[in-house]
């Protein structure tokens, strides 16, 4: 069983692009969530979705940052205008929906901003 | 919100040692886990545990919920037992949403 994927492992853009992260979660797994890593600090809840649907994205910034989780495919964390406050690792985690509290996580994305 | 503290911050060990890590946690939970990360950045699970103990080869991790703490028990600890040690709760709304401590860095030496 694979575990959760995400893709790309490491991603540089230049300030003002666009940046799109994706999550494949475990197989079975319907509930996905987002989390950032910043430069020396610890991990900070953005998004949790499921299917289709947007279940609390108190963690996002209010600008800039969206994501989805379609009906089809992976989760996508998308962020416009990048800036170099953006340079983290990103974290996507899942969980079954029987056991929604424990869940398990992806190798990360880590964003370079430059 | 919930807060967790996690304790000591720092931790150096000479392998073969063992250890103790805690985290306190404000109000009551759901769910309590306990992830590495490793040098290379990776996270793994280690423990899901809510209340009660759970022992996973040289890991053990006790929670008390009523007293609202967690501890990790690292015996004879190697090198590759290095790396950050999170704590992390759901609170009782059950939104999902993990609340992570600061982290425990541990360094095992040879």
């Known amino acids: 069983n694979a575990g959760v994927m995400q893709n790309p492992r490491h991603l540089v853009r230049r300030r003002g692009q666009e940046a799109r992260l994706r999550c494949s979660p475990m197989?079975?797994?319907?509930?996905v969530y987002w989390y950032r890593q910043l430069p020396e600090e610890g991990l900070k809840f953005m998004v949790y979705?499921?299917?289709?649907?947007?279940?609390?994205e108190s963690g996002m910034p209010k600008e800039r940052f969206s994501a989805e989780f379609p009906k089809e495919g992976p989760s996508i964390l998308r962020i416009q205008q990048v800036v170099r406050g953006d340079s983290a690792a990103y974290f996507c985690a899942s969980s079954p929906p029987t056991r929604i509290n424990e869940q398990y996580f992806g190798p990360g994305t880590r964003l370079t901003v430059t | 919100g919930i807060q967790v503290e996690q304790s000591p911050p720092d931790l150096i060990l000479q392998e073969g040692a063992n250890s103790t890590l805690r985290c306190n946690f404000s109000d009551s939970v759901n769910n309590l886990q306990w992830f590495h990360q490793n040098p290379w950045g990776q996270l793994i699970n280690l423990f899901y545990?809510?209340?009660g103990t759970k022992q996973n080869g040289r890991l053990s991790a006790t929670t008390v919920a009523t007293e609202r703490y967690s501890l990790l028990y690292i015996s004879s600890s190697q090198t590759t037992d290095s790396g950050v040690y999170f704590c992390a709760v759901t609170g009782s709304s059950n939104t999902g949403k993990l609340i992570f401590g600061q982290g425990t860095t541990l360094q095992v030496k040879p």
């Open positions: 197989k079975g797994h319907s509930h």
């Open positions: 545990i809510p209340s």
């Open positions: 979705l499921q299917k289709e649907n947007i279940i609390d």
